[in-house]
């Protein structure tokens, strides 16, 4: 497998420069094919608000939405213009998670950004995009952090290893960056032993360095203990430790209202990441 399809979802964010950088990185270490994509996207308003304004409401939502394009496109374009990368823009209308999950299962790998809670030029249906597209996508999503700039992408690479079908999903996912990488850190945090489904053997994240190791990928396992930090905390902070600037993990193992109420990783990961995350569910 290899990247060769690219899409990054655009938009007229403050973050999306960052976003788009990574994204061309990428497509450049790959040679791959990068697709911007933006959607128009128009506020529901009741009809009785439409009734009473009359057209000029939809005069002025139709307005706005040219001219977040022409914003976005203009972005892009500039990011885009002298990277020597294969590019196309595309624009489309309507909700903002249907378009984005319909575009992203013609692509090997999707670049989105971190909802920012203070944007308030978030679309609706902004602050649940990532969930979605990491759910029913199909694809690998990296999630681009709505704060700081990232000169390197997947020199560095820390992959939480847990042992669940989704960890093994992500690492397979992964796999283009990880050959590419200067240093892969397989990490186990708070390990299971045992031989189970989701056990991690006699030496946890062993089998599967060894795993990584037949795929010409050199990566150093270790087994970690919490100390009263959740999953999603100890990774960031080892991932600080180590100046790693990609994290690989898979998403949701758990529910995600399971998540949504108790907490956990993923959920913690979407809303503190520092660097770029690939997630797979």
């Known amino acids: ?155 560095r690479i820390l992959v939480a290893w847990n042992g669940t079908r989704e960890a093994a999903r992500a690492l397979n996912d992964a796999l283009p960056i990880l050959k590419k990488a200067d240093n892969v850190h397989v990490i186990a945090v708070n390990p299971r032993g045992g031989h189970g489904r989701d056990g991690h053997g006699d030496v946890p994240s062993a089998d599967i360095a060894l795993h990584l190791a037949r795929h010409g990928v050199k990566a150093d396992a270790e087994a970690i203990e919490s100390q009263g930090m959740g999953a999603g905390e100890a990774l960031l902070s080892r991932a600080m430790d180590e100046n790693v600037d990609l994290i690989v993990m898979g998403a949701y193992g758990r529910s995600r209202l399971r998540e949504l109420v108790l907490g956990g990783a993923t959920r913690h990961m979407l809303r503190h990441m520092t660097v770029p995350v690939l997630m797979s569910h």
């Open 1 to 155: 497998m290899s990247f060769k399809d690219i899409l990054v979802i655009v938009d007229t964010s403050k973050s999306c420069a960052a976003r788009l950088d990574v994204a061309v990185q990428l497509a450049q270490d790959h040679g791959a094919h990068l697709t911007g994509l933006f959607v128009r996207t128009v506020p529901h308003v009741p009809q009785f608000v439409m009734s009473q304004l009359g057209p000029e409401v939809a005069d002025v939502q139709k307005r706005y939405a040219k001219e977040a394009a022409a914003t976005a496109r203009k972005t892009f374009d500039t990011k885009t213009k002298t990277s020597g990368v294969n590019v196309e823009w595309r624009e489309d209308s309507g909700l903002l998670i249907d378009q984005c999950l319909l575009h992203a299962k013609y692509a090997d790998l999707v670049v989105a950004g971190q909802h920012d809670g203070g944007d308030d030029t978030s679309a609706e249906g902004q602050a649940e995009l990532l969930d979605h597209l990491v759910l029913e996508a199909g694809r690998p999503v990296l999630l681009v952090p709505y704060a700081g700039h990232f000169k390197t992408i997947g020199k």
